[in-house]
């Protein structure tokens, strides 16, 4: 079965690995088309229902956990789908490596933010709760091993039919559960076992249609290399989950959860745009690897595509979001969240520099940059807590927005201008932001 409209399959079918290509960027964005949509009219139904107050508290805490997530994943997606994709041969070896070391990682990370949650807040048992049942998804990252696979294969249906199967029913459970006036931590329960039942089923697949589990092969050797490719990934990861989710954590700490929950609303509205770019990158990455094995011009040539692309999808979003933001906000959420609407209007401009971010990242894993890609990441990371201790006391949420706007734009664009390697990446974004280009671009359509 493939997605591709007839019109365009047309005059792609010549080309079997662009038309693979393209039918992967149609699963993937009806994946989170459907999130989008479904989730979220079940998000704001559950943060009408939780109120301001307990919508953010729940978002705080994963806000919390999420920042564990990378040391559970050890930077290991994009160097194992890269792996494969060199090296096929050995692909039951690196996925069963990879395995190992991302079950040992999620145990690492689960005790760390047990205890970390302890220490901050002390005296808030339903927190420390929330915190211990959605943590334990970290012990389920080993089960992402499936996603690696199809997706290294260009074959994300099948992620797409698992996730959506489970999201669909789960999100039907949730609704039920505000049908109930169900508790807080209801919601926490559901969301841990729909991770759990993804997590089976994923496996189970893959066994179906990949390497089975039983012919997975675990080696030290690969371990060591694995690591060795990824630990910069590792820091990189954390330092942008930081950068991502700290506004959060910061709000909570210094104004309370009910700011969190407006906070949350606003990021929630911008944040669903972000499935655009992961999506075409994640489709478009074995095939960028390819150019640069054939041809260095080639390879620039197609970097160059996606960044205008990326800066006029984002842009298409931002510009007519900034002077909806209110009335979205207000439709969507209630009046109790209606000071999200600034919020949102400043937030949305983040979308321009993390579509590049995204799209630049896949370029330092293909350069073997990754020490140049942590360094981005900490300068982000420190810039943004600075921005926010600096901001937050004095605006509150919106300091926090204007904070990640300015931190993602030092992160993603002037960072390379200072490096003499990132450099053309620098002009090549800036060309891509050109507004003649964007115009240019918008006319020819």
């Not at 662009?18 to 998000?43: A, E, H, P, T």
Request: aromatic share 10%; hydrophobic share 60%.
């Amino acid at each position: 079965m493939t997605l591709i409209p007839a019109f365009i399959y047309r005059r792609i079918a010549h080309r079997p690995n662009l038309v693979r290509i393209v039918d992967n960027i149609g699963w993937l964005f009806f994946d989170k088309l459907l999130r989008m949509g479904v989730g979220l009219l079940v998000g704001v139904w559950v943060a009408r229902y939780l109120g301001p107050e307990q919508f953010g508290l729940l978002n705080f805490a994963l806000a919390f956990t999420g920042l564990f997530a990378a040391i559970a994943t050890l930077g290991l997606p994009e160097i194992v789908v890269r792996d494969i994709v060199r090296d096929p041969e050995n692909a039951q070896m690196t996925l069963g490596t990879a395995a190992v070391l991302q079950l040992i990682g999620g145990l690492v990370a689960y005790v760390l933010m047990l205890v970390a949650i302890v220490y901050l807040r002390p005296d808030d048992t339903l927190l420390r709760s929330i915190v211990a049942i959605l943590g334990a998804m970290m012990l389920l990252k080993a089960s992402e091993i499936a996603v690696y696979w199809f997706e290294s294969q260009v074959q994300s249906k099948y992620t797409v039919w698992v996730q959506n199967s489970v999201f669909l029913v789960f999100a039907a459970v949730k609704v039920l559960l505000i049908l109930q006036q169900a508790s807080l931590i209801s919601f926490v329960w559901v969301m841990f076992a729909e991770a759990l039942v993804i997590a089976m089923i994923l496996l189970v697949i893959m066994g179906q249609h990949g390497p089975t589990l039983c012919s997975l092969r675990v080696s030290i050797e690969r371990s060591t290399a694995l690591l060795r490719d990824s630990w910069p990934m590792i820091l990189a990861s954390i330092a942008v989950t930081v950068y991502m989710r700290i506004d959060q954590l910061m709000l909570g700490q210094m104004i309370g959860d009910e700011a969190v929950g407006i906070y949350s609303a606003a990021v929630r509205i911008s944040e669903v745009w972000y499935f655009i770019p992961m999506a075409i990158v994640a489709s478009v990455f074995p095939a960028i690897l390819e150019a640069k094995q054939k041809s260095e011009s080639q390879y620039y040539a197609r970097l160059q595509k996606l960044y205008d692309l990326m800066v006029i999808i984002s842009v298409s979003v931002a510009l007519p979001m900034t002077f909806l933001a209110t009335p979205i906000i207000v439709l969507l959420f209630g009046e109790a969240y209606i000071s999200a609407g600034t919020v949102l209007a400043i937030y949305i401009w983040a979308s321009i520099f993390v579509f590049l971010g995204i799209a630049s990242g896949k370029w330092f894993l293909a350069e073997d940059h990754q020490m140049l890609l942590l360094r981005r990441s900490l300068i982000g990371s420190i810039a943004n807590i600075g921005l926010n201790l600096w901001l937050i006391p004095l605006y509150g949420a919106v300091g926090a927005a204007s904070a990640t706007v300015i931190s993602q734009a030092i992160t993603t664009l002037f960072f390379d201008l200072l490096q003499a390697v990132t450099r053309p990446m620098f002009l090549m974004k800036l060309t891509a932001m050109n507004p003649l280009r964007i115009l240019i671009f918008v006319r020819k359509i």
